[in-house]
């Protein structure tokens, strides 16, 4: 018998969850962001997943050639460019698109590229930062080098980007600071422009422009704080299960699990199942972290070890060994467990490591 723990993975869920995007977004094209394995989803089967994305991007030349070795024939972005000029071929090679975010970028483009650019329809992204501070020409040298590169590579078609650092607060006000930077910037440069991900495609319409770059709504969690995934529509893709593989009858006052952090207060039943941080749950969820067990939500109790965890049997009738546990997936939002465990989904799903096997389920 093998370990019972796996990740089923939904791929209707995330044909289901690009489509919201087209509704919220009819009039753009869509950069579906595939990066860190589909955050966690496996990135071949996520790319198939989703025939009517316009593109696919990904965070590096490895993700990339893992994608064209699969077939995938759609334009692929790198979200950080080159690392070095020895990727450059690569790029070319592969029909890459590129983010361009430093001078050192553009000085190895120029030094670099034939007159004719980047291969066949490939776009350089030209990335402004617009108060994020993490990548991106500050505005006032962006149209300077977005000037050279483009007279050097006058066969390429550019498109220019930013991103936002607030956006999953629909009420923060810095989202339109950025806008209007990038606007004020970009406003006399007739090419194609992108700005918004997740939370600004649900959020912020009149941030749409020609491309969104959808990521973590595909997987089916929301980008918007107090927002939940079923207000948008949007369904789990990762099921993570496990089973119980023991139940122990416990007494009032006994402790559980190292540290012994949870003490019994009464006489009660308690699960074991076969899941752990060696799998990538988090180790800091703390007790209380909700779970669901035979069909019924019930907690986490005391501390998560590598392979194992504890959880309250009280309330769950018909528990045994052998009965299905949801870490999350369907009943239970990963955006609820994230928020117990003081972190956010995307952390969850991108940290599930290669021991738990990934499911593919068609329907
Ligand atoms: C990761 C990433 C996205 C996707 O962000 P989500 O919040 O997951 O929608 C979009 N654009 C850039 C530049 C990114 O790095």
């Not at 907690?299 to 060994?321: E, F």
Request: charge should be negative; proline fraction near 4%; hydrophobic fraction near 40%.
């Amino acid at each position: 018998m093998s370990r019972p723990s796996k990740a089923k993975i939904r791929l209707s869920a995330i044909a289901h969850n690009l489509d919201q995007v087209h509704q919220a977004a009819p009039g753009s094209k869509i950069m579906a962001v595939i990066k860190a394995d589909a955050y966690g989803h496996g990135i071949v089967a996520a790319a198939n997943a989703m025939p009517d994305a316009d593109g696919f991007a990904v965070a590096c030349l490895e993700e990339a050639m893992i994608l064209r070795e699969a077939g995938i024939k759609k334009k692929i972005l790198l979200l950080e460019g080159v690392f070095s000029a020895k990727e450059i071929p690569m790029v070319q090679s592969a029909q890459l698109d590129l983010v361009v975010h430093t001078p050192e970028q553009v000085e190895l483009l120029d030094k670099l590229l034939d007159i004719r650019g980047l291969a066949g329809n490939s776009q350089v992204w030209m990335k402004l930062d617009t108060g994020m501070h993490r990548l991106g020409f500050p505005a006032h040298d962006f149209s300077e080098h977005y000037r050279q590169l483009q007279t050097r590579l006058n066969n390429t078609d550019f498109v220019l980007m930013t991103h936002f650092a607030n956006a999953d607060d629909r009420h923060d006000k810095f989202t339109q600071s950025q806008l209007n930077l990038f606007n004020q910037v970009t406003q006399d440069f007739a090419c194609e422009k992108s700005l918004a991900n997740s939370a600004a495609i649900l959020a912020r319409p009149d941030t749409h422009a020609d491309w969104v770059r959808p990521g973590i709504m595909l997987y089916g969690s929301s980008p918007l704080l107090t927002e939940s995934a079923e207000q948008h529509k949007l369904l789990a893709v990762m099921s993570l299960e496990s089973e119980l593989i023991a139940v122990r009858s416990l007494k009032k006052g006994d402790r559980v699990g190292y540290g012994g952090l949870f003490e019994c207060p009464q006489d009660m039943q308690v699960g074991v199942v076969a899941i752990g941080y060696g799998d990538g749950y988090p180790r800091h969820a703390p007790t209380g972290t909700p779970i669901v067990v035979a069909g019924q939500r019930t907690q986490l109790i005391g501390r998560v070890s590598m392979d194992m965890i504890s959880v309250d049997l009280r309330t769950v009738k018909n528990a045994q060994v052998g009965s299905k546990v949801e870490l999350w997936g369907d009943v239970l939002p990963v955006d609820e467990v994230a928020h117990h465990c003081g972190t956010i989904a995307y952390e969850l799903l991108c940290q599930i490591g290669k021991r738990i096997p990934r499911i593919y389920i068609e329907n």
